[in-house]
């Protein structure tokens, strides 16, 4: 038996990245998996690639920091599947900058997909998950939501911001038969990483146990525990995975 089979998940941020990883690696585990991103040629190319596989992956072009664009998408999903069983709350962006030049503009994009987004997927699906008497949420936080970072005050406050979120939402909603848990990834290789200057890559990695960067298909594997059965009693967790770069 797969481990999602018969599922109905949400990726949302799911055409690049780990997020891509996830919604792969949720529909080779039997799930019907909605991805919910903004990029169209992306995700129609990532449906093409799914359909080819035998895959059970459709994409909806989605701004998860609109409200009402979220909740008419969570809509369609119940609509179009009959239900829905796990979100994962994995979309996100960066727009760093030392606090003296962080623009109130460059604060209120980060603030407004990486929280506002996630709050809004939350509130958007949780009807349909009370109703079911089942739900599994998984939010993306970060390392750097633990530590802090340089040049990243705007996405820290929203990586620790989602930590508090996924705790409160736990104690709320464990008695529903909803658990909540967040994955604190540390640098893992994908688009966002790639920006960075090498020499700050190297730095990195000598910083990580394990000797290297991370992969997104290793964060899928994390999402993945917690959407599943198997996690039934893990509610409110921070799990990292990092190499070991925090210990
Ligand atoms: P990525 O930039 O490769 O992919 C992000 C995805 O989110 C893209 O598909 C993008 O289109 C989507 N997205 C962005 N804004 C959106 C919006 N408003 N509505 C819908 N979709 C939107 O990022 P990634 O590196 O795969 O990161 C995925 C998540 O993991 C993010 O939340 C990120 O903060 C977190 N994370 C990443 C790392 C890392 O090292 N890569 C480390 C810690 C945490």
């Given at each position: 038996m797969k481990r999602l089979e018969n599922r109905v998940a949400i990726v949302t941020g799911g055409t690049a990245g780990i997020g891509e990883a996830t919604a792969l690696r949720f529909a080779r585990e039997g799930a019907q998996v909605v991805v919910w991103a903004r990029n169209e040629a992306r995700g129609k190319e990532m449906e093409k690639?799914?359909?080819a596989e035998g895959l059970a992956i459709t994409f909806d072009k989605v701004d998860t920091s609109d409200f009402e664009a979220v909740?008419?998408?969570?809509?369609?999903?119940?609509d179009k599947f009959g239900k829905i069983d796990i979100l994962i709350n994995n979309a996100g962006i960066t727009n760093a900058s030392t606090l003296k030049k962080l623009t109130v503009e460059q604060w209120q994009t980060v603030i407004g997909v990486n929280l506002s987004g996630t709050y809004y997927c939350c509130k958007a699906v949780l009807n349909y998950m009370l109703e079911a008497g089942y739900g599994r949420i998984?939010?993306?936080?970060?390392?750097?939501?633990?530590?802090g970072?340089?040049?990243?005050?705007?996405y820290?406050?929203?990586?620790?911001?989602?930590?508090?979120?996924?705790k409160t939402m736990a104690r709320e909603?464990?008695?529903?038969?909803i658990t909540v848990n967040a994955v604190a990834p540390g640098f893992i290789e994908t688009e966002m990483v790639a920006k960075m200057p090498e020499n700050v890559l190297d730095g990195m990695r000598a910083k990580v146990p394990v000797g290297r960067l991370g992969r997104p298909e290793e964060?899928?594997?994390?999402?993945?525990?917690?959407?599943?059965?198997?996690?039934?009693?893990?509610?409110?967790?921070?799990?990292?995975?990092?190499?070991?770069?925090t210990v």
């Open positions: 690639k799914a359909a909740t008419a998408a969570a809509k369609r999903v119940a998984v939010n993306a936080s970060s390392v750097v939501g633990l530590y970072n340089f040049c990243q005050t705007n820290v406050a929203t990586k620790a911001g989602l930590i508090g979120m996924t909603l464990g008695l529903k038969g964060i899928a594997a994390a999402y993945l525990y917690l959407a599943s059965d198997e996690a039934a009693y893990v509610n409110g967790a921070v799990l990292s995975v990092d190499g070991g770069m």
